[in-house]
């Protein structure tokens, strides 16, 4: 399999600062260019989302969650990785089904990093 671009910029969309930086972390470790966003509307506003390579978002915000920046993200640039995190899985028993990467917290940061490669080489 080829190795995805290390200069993809992944956008990291939590209401938890200490998520943000630990994802910032990670991902900047992994050789990735990050921008964080303390909300779904912080990283809806940006002039740039076609810059974007990937989102990794919570799916637990405040206003618009993650499965709704998700749908809003997908009309906006079709196609464009999508990985949804959260700490309280049952809150998909209420929601449709995701068509995109899904981590619960806590998750494997390997196993992260590896699916936001697969996703990167598939686009």
């Keep these: 399999m080829a190795d995805a671009p290390r200069n993809a910029l992944i956008a ?18 992994a050789g990735y260019s990050v ?5 779904a509307a912080a990283l809806l506003e940006i002039p740039g989302l076609g810059e974007i390579d990937c989102v990794i978002s919570d799916i637990n915000m405040p206003l618009v969650d993650g499965l709704e920046l998700s749908r809003l993200l997908q009309a906006a640039k079709p196609g464009l990785p ?15 089904p995701i068509r995109h990467r899904l981590f619960t917290k806590p998750f494997d940061p390997d196993e992260l990093l590896a699916a936001v ?7």
């Design 82 to 96: 999508i990985i949804l995190i959260t700490g309280h899985p049952e809150i998909l028993d209420r929601s449709p």
């Design 35 to 39: 921008r964080l966003f303390f909300s």
């Design 117 to 123: 490669s697969d996703m990167l080489v598939r686009t």
């Design 12 to 29: 990291v969309v939590d209401d938890d600062h200490r998520i943000l930086q630990s994802l910032e972390n990670l991902l900047e470790s």
